[in-house]
């Protein structure tokens, strides 16, 4: 299984990002799809979910801001960022569970400055 994570970068406040993970290795219409993140100094966070129905679910801090998503076909997630805070500054993981185990991508990096 394989989770690699792309997208990250530096935007100003206000700005927006799109994350990218592409899965494989696992049967990616099956799974839920999950993002988190870690600030520095910060427990890892989870962001939002996304079953595989397409049922989503948010933090309270991106709800409104984020919103996740799932193709099916290329076997990709996405997390939309919009009106991008400093706080959102993180590490951005993707991760999922398969056959029992977690697995969790390498990381992108968000920095949130002017």
């Known amino acids: 299984v394989q989770l690699q994570a792309s997208g990250g970068g530096l935007v100003q406040p206000g700005g927006s990002l799109r994350l990218s993970c592409k899965a494989s290795?696992?049967?990616?219409?099956?799974?839920?799809m999950r993002w988190h993140r870690q600030a520095p100094g910060k427990q890892c966070e989870l962001v939002a979910t996304?079953?595989?129905?397409?049922?989503?679910n948010y933090t309270d801090s991106v709800k409104g801001r984020f919103t996740i998503s799932r193709d099916n076909i290329k076997n990709m997630m996405y997390l939309h960022m919009n009106s991008l805070k400093p706080e959102d500054t993180a590490v951005y993981f993707c991760?999922?569970?398969?056959?029992?185990?977690?697995?969790w991508g390498q990381g992108t990096l968000v920095t949130v400055s002017s």
């Open positions: 290795g696992i049967i990616f219409r099956l799974n839920a």
């Open positions: 991760a999922t569970h398969y056959r029992g185990r977690a697995y």
């Open positions: 996304i079953t595989s129905t397409g049922s989503t």
